[in-house]
């Protein structure tokens, strides 16, 4: 079955420390990838996307991401992490294979910084 | 600006009633409109993707008759809750993008800021 999964629920971390977010997923063929991020009670911003091409991505707020094929991962990362980072981060996917922008979310991570 | 304005933002209601959500493309036709569910501190599950002048699909184990999705125009996506109970007290978001086309150069897919719905 096709599905994308975020290994961790919840990760603290010191304001200025790196991050990284894992997203691993499980399709037939790549699926195109996406990271999005929500503060509480609010919707989705986008972060960044991966279609095809270069697989390091650069997106908004510093953050990156690199598309792995031989691991199926699509990890996300952060050099130094901010206050204003904490929140909700959703990797999701669209299938090649299914109606273009029908997404499918991992769990979510919740981001805890602290001082 | 948003491109995809999603109302209203948050609606209290009272058991039984039933409560419209309007998800709208600002500024291109949405041929495809999608509606996702959160609950609290869960990830977002689609409920139903919506095409101009057909009807919705629905995914597995969703209501058609609790959950009426309309997308009467190539802007507007309407979600009803009929009959709302307790237990429909959620986060309902919806997305808008544009069908055909490469998807590599398509980028049009945009969230709304979704709604908050309270059943009392």
């Known amino acids: 079955a096709q599905s994308v999964t975020q290994p961790d629920i919840h990760i603290t971390v010191s304001e200025g420390a790196s991050l990284e977010l894992r997203c691993n997923y499980s399709?037939?063929?790549?699926?195109?990838l996406f990271w999005y991020v929500q503060s509480p009670g609010q919707g989705l911003q986008l972060l960044l996307k991966?279609?095809?091409?270069?697989?390091l991505v650069q997106g908004i707020k510093g953050f990156e991401a690199e598309f792995k094929r031989s691991q199926s991962s699509f990890n996300l990362r952060k050099p130094s992490v901010h206050w204003s980072d904490a929140a909700e981060y959703f990797c999701?996917?669209?299938?090649?294979?299914?109606?273009?922008?029908?997404?499918?979310f991992g769990a979510g991570t919740q981001v805890v910084v602290t001082p | 600006g948003a491109v995809v304005s999603q109302h209203p933002s948050r609606v209290i209601c009272k058991s039984g009633t039933s409560v419209k959500i309007e998800c709208r493309s600002l500024?291109?036709?949405?041929?495809?409109m999608f509606w996702y569910r959160q609950f609290p501190k869960q990830s977002l599950m689609l409920m139903a993707t919506?095409?101009?002048?057909?009807?919705?699909?629905?995914e597995q184990g969703v209501e058609k008759d609790k959950f009426l999705i309309n997308h009467a125009s190539l802007t507007l996506s309407t979600l009803t809750v009929t009959s709302a109970h307790p237990e429909d007290s959620s986060f309902y978001i919806c997305?808008?993008?544009?069908?055909?086309?490469?998807?590599?150069?398509?980028?049009?897919?945009?969230f709304g800021s979704g709604t908050q719905l309270s059943v009392l």
């Open positions: 997305s808008a993008t544009v069908t055909g086309g490469e998807r590599a150069t398509n980028e049009k897919l945009f």
């Open positions: 399709y037939g063929a790549t699926p195109y």
């Open positions: 991966y279609f095809s091409g270069d697989t």
């Open positions: 999701a996917v669209d299938s090649p294979t299914d109606s273009w922008g029908k997404l499918q």
């Open positions: 500024d291109f036709q949405a041929t495809t």
């Open positions: 919506s095409n101009e002048g057909s009807k919705a699909t629905y």
